[in-house]
């Protein structure tokens, strides 16, 4: 795990101008390791973690975001459209300008 966390502070260095705030590790993992910084970056429990994962906490980080545009997409109000019902005679039935011209006539 310790591998997978520098090569994931590596890439972090690599790829975000901002420094890390703090390395993320499920609670329970958290406890099982036992870490409380690692290069000089406080590590801390966090239940989103999923178990053997972990997340690379700073300013640019988008961790949650997925949930916020869940959240924003489903409580959007579906757009409204007009319901379009075809209307007319069926095929051998008279119009209504047919039928008024046939009142008429008697």
Request: net charge negative.
């Amino acid at each position: 795990m310790l591998a997978f966390i520098r090569a994931g502070l590596d890439h972090h260095a690599a790829t975000c101008p901002l420094m890390p705030r703090a390395i993320l590790l499920n609670a329970a993992n958290h406890e099982l390791f036992g870490w409380d910084e690692l290069w000089g970056i406080p590590v801390l429990p966090d239940e989103r973690v999923a178990p053997k994962r972990f997340r690379i906490d700073c300013d640019g980080s988008a961790f949650g975001l997925e949930a916020e545009v869940a959240e924003a997409i489903a409580t959007e109000a579906p757009a409204e459209r007009p319901l379009v019902v075809p209307v007319g005679p069926r095929e051998g039935e008279p119009t209504a300008t047919q039928l008024c011209s046939m009142s008429s006539m008697r």
